[in-house]
């Protein structure tokens, strides 16, 4: 039989996991002002005036935004969606330590690094544990 978690907090958590992913919108479609304004928050200075460099924001951020849409639609049937929901779990605990090392890699501030990490880590771990912690017992046909 298979432990299905309490779907209340399943809900709750990739509804949040959804909305957060919001605030790429405005690089989906003013890629350019969202690179110059972040490169200046973070001390950067003025980006490379680059096409590759707004094509990967735009298009990193376009597909950010549609795994935001999945997840939210995960939420609507968090017992069909089950194994997705576990394979986002476990994507999110995974991306927690690729994104330290993406980020230790060019140079992002310490609070980036950990609002990175700490957010997938805890939204990949909150979710595995409000769905059952992944744990299930295999039917076998008798």
Not at 76 to 86: A, E, K, S
């Amino acid at each position: 039989m298979m432990k299905q978690g309490d779907p209340r907090w399943q809900k709750l958590i990739l509804r949040l996991m959804a909305v957060v992913s919001l605030p790429v919108l405005p690089a989906v479609f003013a890629p350019h002002f969202t690179v110059e304004k972040l490169s200046w928050m973070l001390g950067f200075g003025q980006p490379p005036e680059v096409p590759l460099l707004f094509f990967v924001t735009a298009g990193g951020s376009f597909v950010y935004l549609i795994l935001g849409g999945l997840l939210w639609m995960f939420s609507c049937d968090v017992v069909r969606y089950r194994p997705l929901i576990l394979f986002a779990a476990w994507a999110s605990l995974l991306a927690g330590p690729v994104y330290w090392w993406i980020d230790t890699r060019t140079g992002m501030p310490l609070w980036w690094v950990l609002m990175d990490v700490l957010s997938c880590v805890i939204a990949g771990g909150a979710l595995l544990w409000a769905s059952g912690r992944g744990d299930s017992v295999v039917h076998t046909q008798r």
